[in-house]
């Protein structure tokens, strides 16, 4: 079964304001493919309002409690699957206090690893490189990204702590003075670049987009955006992880302090994040790109009219395997193509517009096994965008 996992499933009718205990959601697909663990995202004051309760918890139409989440920005979400043609009931109840669930997705600023920020679900992780790193003059400049076996555990902290603790390295030091193999062995050992059974980060970023930074293209040459400046978490799971960022001043053609904004967020189950960008003193606009690099000759997707592009990244070792990458832009892209060493989709973005696109990967020793799998999650994914669910609620 296909799974497409949207960071907001559809608009959402209200068809009845009567308070009460409880609040029946009907979700309907009227697409030809199947929604399995699909985000839906209601407007929380609203369903609240007609509960006449503080707090609330959703159950599934067999009665069974299923995770939700109150959001930053006002809305309770939770995941659905509907069958292709059908309509799924959920039901929302009220509830004395806030509901916990397990979390799967989380992260977090790693003030203690450059400044850092670092998230994951269940399938995937992302970082940023933030203020620590730029002060080094580190060419560090687009997303990378941690393979995980798929799980529901948080495995970031496990990779960060043993390489951001000083008694490490003060092991490692001792031990280098009495055999440098030993050390090296001891180092190996802890480092998250190598896979001992959580996952690595075996991705190569450097001076490029990484895994689909958006950039002002000026006079044909991508404006590669540097490390962030300021960072709020805004949501911390259990099911959407986000985070706000904004970038110092640059000058960019004639504008001298153009500030880039951020809001990245993460929904459980999904390959892919949702990023909304946009740019303080722009006079004029401009044309954006988002992509990534091409390491070698390895397959590259351009589907212009879907807004989609993907490649199947080498990574870094012989044994580590491919990192499945990709972009969708919901409104389609004004054109796809390979320049300044990338796999770009283009758009236009004015001093007013906010840009919102997804980008993630997928790795072919996890749970996409090759790029046909990967281009036909993203062509459904992009397909079930252009077609929400349809919810009702009363």
Known sequence: MKRFLLLCAASALLIG????????????????????GEMVSLPADSVLALLGSRYCYVTDHEGNEIPSQLTHDGQLIFRADVASGATATYTVLASDTLRAYSRLTGGRVYPERADDIA?????????VYGPATQAKGEKAFGYDIFFKHPTPDQILEALYGPETDPATWQKADSLRRIDPALADEFVNSISYHIDHGLGMDCYAVGPTLGDGVAAIVESDSLCFPWCYEKAEVLDNGPLRFTVKMQFAPVAIGSDSAVVEHRIISLNAGSHLNYCKVWYDGLSEAKRIATGFPRRDDSEAVMD???????????????????????????????????????????????????????????????????????????????????????????
């Open 119 to 127: 998230w994951e679900n269940e399938l995937v992780g992302f970082r």
């Open 304 to 394: 212009k009219a879907n807004g989609l592009i993907a490649y199947s990244d080498p990574t870094q070792g012989p044994d580590n395997g491919k990192a499945l990458l990709g972009v969708v832009l919901p409104v389609g892209a004004d054109s796809v193509a390979e320049a300044s060493g990338h796999i770009l989709a283009y758009t236009t973005v004015s001093p007013s517009d906010t840009l919102g696109y997804y980008w993630g990967f997928a790795w072919d020793k996890a749970d996409v096994e090759n790029m046909a799998e990967w281009n036909d999650l993203l062509s459904g994914f992009a397909a079930a965008i252009q077609r929400p669910l349809r919810v009702t609620y009363h």
């Open 17 to 36: 304001c009567k308070s009460g205990h409880e609040v029946t959601i009907s979700l309907e697909n009227e697409t030809e493919f199947a929604r399995s």
